[in-house]
Every structure is written in structure tokens, then in C-alpha cells.
């Protein structure tokens, strides 16, 4: 977002921020054009594209996604759900339903551990809640740690996708790639990161160091093949499930660009 937030792209964009499971409602709805989106609602909206080669994923730990547990994983019978963003919740489940012993009682939660601990086993927090959780006594699970030990895959958490209805207007759409694509770039030049480590630090609660590392090491911008075969397996895994209806086509812009799922 660092074009975006710095009046970098000109005129032609209204912005506004809200949480990644309102955005994919915001699309669905069809009061927004474009937006940031859990992968996992990418299977549920139709005639979505995504802008490619930009993506929220890990290589390994991503430290905002983490089941805090009171037990080790096999004894959790409960979890409390975060469910900021539907990715993680279908995450956890995916990884419960393939390779921890099937299923769980699941209950949907705001996100404050302390309560959620005192009714489950276990909770799923995401994002700033899991940067700052004090886990100390608790079992502590990394799910995108947990997600390359069991498949070998990297894990993509979110994409930028637009509605195809958007690109009748103005904007073509190797226009929204270039824009988006250079607001990433943009925003991971180092003095960047540095500016938003000093910004971000007093917000979140978590050193200006920390908050550099999860901004350099634990997220990944790209959508690369590797990413693109684990996003594939998840739609794959999470179908098998019955979490989605099917494994949805991956669809790129530009619009006349189309590619299917990569192999699994």
C-alpha cells in the first residue's frame, strides 16, 4: 500500500481499510472494485480476478497466525476462532481435518485470549493479537510452520483480487498491475520499511526491530510458483473438507490471461 498511502498512484483510487474478511465482502457485494482478500474467499465470490505476482504469504514462520494452546495438539478437543480473516480459520481446520487426528468443536471468538483460552482448549489469533500474545506456560503453534513441516509447501494467506465488472471503466488492467506491482516494490525499498517500523511499533505494541523482521523475513510478496502449487493444495485439501464446494481456477489479470490450477 505504500504508493496509496503516499498519494503516489495520481487520481482514479478511493481507499479505505477495513479487516481482509470485510473486504471480500465489500467484492462480493460489489461496493468495492478491488480489495486484499483471504484466499479462502476467492473460491466463494465468482467472476474475480487476481493481480499477479502479489500476495500476503510465508516461506515458514509467519508469527501472526498462531494456535495458543493450554494442551499439546492431539489432546485440544475445542478452539476458539479468531475470524478476522477466513483463510486461518479454514487453515485450522484443514490442518486438524488432514493431519491432526480429524475434527474439533470450533467456536468463533473476539479475539482476546485470555477468554478464549478460558472456554477452549486452544485459540486461533491472528494477526496484531498474535504479534503481541503474551504465550508464556501455553504450547504454541505456528500454523504456517505447521503447514510447510506437514505438505512442504509455502502458504499464501491473501491476495489482491478485482472484480472483472471494475475493468470496463477507466483503468486497464496492465495498468493495475504496473500500480500495484510498484506500490510492493516500493514499499519493501529499506528506508520504507524503516519508516514503517517507526510508525507501526507504538500501534501494534512490538519493537520497531520486530516489527522490521515480520515485514522482511516472515512475509512473502510474490506469488511465485511455489506459492501458486501450495495455494493450489489448500484449495485442494480444503474441497476435500467440503470447506469450499470445489478448488476454484486461478484467474489473472491481465483479463485476457487465464490459467488454471497449477499441478498439484
Not at 477507466?170 to 510498484?182: D, G, K, P, S
Request: net charge negative; charged share 25%; glycine share 6%.
Amino acid at each position: 500500500m505504500w504508493d496509496f498511502a503516499h498519494d503516489a498512484v495520481g487520481e482514479g483510487f478511493d481507499v479505505h481499510y477495513t479487516l481482509p474478511s470485510r473486504c471480500a465482502e465489500e467484492l462480493r457485494e460489489g461496493s468495492s472494485d478491488i480489495g486484499i482478500i483471504p484466499v479462502f474467499t476467492y473460491a466463494e465470490i465468482p467472476n474475480l480476478v487476481i493481480i499477479p505476482d502479489i500476495a500476503i504469504a510465508t516461506k515458514g514462520v509467519v508469527r501472526s497466525i498462531l494456535l495458543i494452546s493450554k494442551v499439546p495438539v492431539e489432546q485440544i478437543q475445542s478452539v476458539a476462532l479468531d475470524t478476522s480473516s477466513r483463510t486461518s480459520v479454514a487453515l485450522t481446520k484443514v490442518l486438524f481435518g488432514k493431519f491432526w487426528d480429524g475434527e474439533r468443536t470450533f467456536l468463533s471468538h473476539d479475539p482476546d485470549v485470555e477468554q478464549m483460552l478460558a472456554k477452549c482448549d486452544a485459540a486461533l489469533v491472528i494477526g496484531d493479537t498474535a504479534l503481541r500474545a503474551n504465550t508464556f506456560g501455553y504450547h504454541v503453534y505456528d500454523l504456517a510452520t505447521e503447514w510447510k513441516k506437514l505438505t512442504g509447501k509455502p502458504f499464501v494467506f491473501a491476495v489482491w483480487a478485482i472484480r472483472m465488472a471494475a475493468l470496463k471503466g477507466n483503468l486497464q488492467a496492465t495498468e493495475v498491475v504496473e500500480i500495484f506491482q510498484r506500490s510492493r516494490d516500493n514499499g519493501l525499498k529499506p528506508e520504507h520499511v524503516d519508516a514503517l517500523a517507526r510508525e507501526w511499533s507504538p500501534k501494534i505494541g512490538i519493537s520497531e526491530q520486530e516489527v522490521r523482521t515480520y515485514l522482511t523475513e516472515n512475509i512473502h510478496y510474490h506469488l511465485d510458483p511455489a506459492n501458486l502449487e501450495g495455494l493450489a493444495l489448500f484449495f485442494e485439501y480444503a474441497a476435500e473438507l467440503k470447506l469450499i464446494e470445489k478448488a476454484p481456477d486461478l484467474r489473472f489479470l491481465p483479463a485476457h490471461s487465464w490459467f488454471g490450477n497449477p499441478v498439484r
